[in-house]
């Protein structure tokens, strides 16, 4: 009889147990089967919405820009092809093809040097007769996309405006070695771009924002003013600005008006990051200062932006950090302040204070602007430059 008990509860729990893997082994079986298409794509985007209605009380996202990305997604999918399904054309020029996306143009017929080229981002032309050149842009270059096999009659170039933050596998030469032709910051690129935040010679030297060292101490006095002006708001890339800025803050005040130790607001209408930055009304703020941070995101040579350009033509004196040899570039030998140059932020601060109390020698450091260009490897750069940054 006591036998017969314990069979009877030895079975109750294999019972048990065999219901338990078969619950188990049946969610893990749905879960290796499931596909998104089970699942639809708004579904999903409602589900979340209901999940977190209590803490998001506005939402990004409506409906039509989720559809939007959609047809975004199945465009790209389709070869950037045009929308409304139009066909290839069969152009008999040679034909230059964005394989990453950069001017969303499906095909046009355009002047080529002395003659006509077929520019497109369609893949589908991809095995044209006529497909002679895939054009990159740095920023979405990718090893694991790209137009492979590689044809022998088929160039490679590639565009990059940007400092290798945006795209590290750059910094490497058998990547770049992979293109018969590069545009790039670096002078030794094909078709260097070195200056391309300078819009012209003519730009850079002209008065209209130019303040006295009167005005300027005036705006130190009445409005508060630092004697530095710092304005970032892409914080702590590789360069590791910010911190050099925290440390010089300890020494020598500093107004920073971005979004990166920022202790001053910009005014609303040119608090916008891309959009304000070339308004006059910022070019007016930055004016009033003695001296602008030009420090970069990265440090390498000839990477120049417009952080250093714009102290230069608004009359205040630029303390750059970026690029080792931007002395190149400089329209004098005596125009701005190397960081290079000084031993720490504490040696930095007390010559901008020596500066600051003694108009002749910080004069010297605008005297460029009356007196004219005197770097000839800057003027022969620009002269020489058969290209405008606002071309289209």
């Not at 147990?17 to 708004?42: K, M, R």
């Not at 004196?317 to 005596?334: A, C, Q, R, T």
């Amino acid at each position: 009889m006591a036998r017969r008990k314990l069979w009877k509860g030895c079975y109750f729990k294999i019972l048990v147990c065999a219901t338990v893997v078969f619950i188990f082994w049946t969610v893990v079986g749905y879960l290796f089967t499931f596909h998104d298409e089970d699942f639809p794509e708004d579904v999903m985007y409602d589900v979340f919405i209901d999940e977190t209605r209590e803490d998001h009380k506005h939402i990004p996202l409506d409906q039509e820009i989720m559809e939007e990305l959609r047809k975004l997604d199945l465009k790209r999918q389709n070869g950037g092809g045009s929308e409304d399904g139009l066909p290839l054309q069969d152009p008999s020029d040679p034909i230059i093809m964005w394989w990453t996306e950069f001017t969303r143009e499906p095909g046009i017929t355009r002047d080529c040097g002395d003659n006509s080229c077929f520019f497109t981002n369609n893949r589908k032309y991809r095995d044209h007769k006529n497909m002679k050149v895939f054009m990159f842009y740095g920023t979405d270059f990718s090893p694991d996309d790209l137009p492979l096999p590689r044809a022998d009659n088929h160039e490679w170039a590639l565009f990059h405006e940007e400092s290798p933050k945006n795209n590290y596998i750059l910094c490497h030469e058998p990547v770049i070695s992979l293109f018969n032709y590069t545009s790039t910051f670096r002078r030794e690129s094909h078709f260097p771009i070195s200056t391309q935040h300078l819009l012209s010679l003519d730009w850079l030297l002209q008065s209209t924002y130019t303040k006295t060292v009167a005005e300027k101490n005036r705006y130190q006095e009445e409005e508060g003013l630092a004697l530095i002006v710092y304005v970032q708001s892409d914080c702590d890339p590789p360069s590791d600005r910010d911190e050099y800025v925290k440390q010089l803050m300890k020494h020598i005040s500093v107004d920073s008006y971005g979004g990166c130790l920022n202790n001053r607001k910009l005014p609303q209408q040119i608090a916008a990051p891309l959009e304000g930055m070339a308004h006059k009304e910022f070019f007016e703020l930055l004016s009033r200062y003695k001296f602008a941070l030009a420090m970069e995101n990265a440090v390498c040579n000839d990477y120049m932006t417009e952080k250093m350009w714009r102290p230069l033509m608004v009359g205040a004196v630029p303390i750059i950090f970026g690029s080792s040899k931007v002395k190149d570039f400089l329209p004098s030998n005596k125009s701005a302040l190397l960081l290079q140059e000084f031993k720490s932020p504490e040696h930095l601060a007390m010559v901008i204070k020596n500066l600051n109390e003694n108009e002749v020698e910080y004069e010297k450091l605008r005297k460029w602007k009356t007196s004219g260009i005197s770097n000839t490897f800057l003027f022969d750069t620009m002269s020489s430059r058969t290209w405008a940054p606002d071309d289209e």
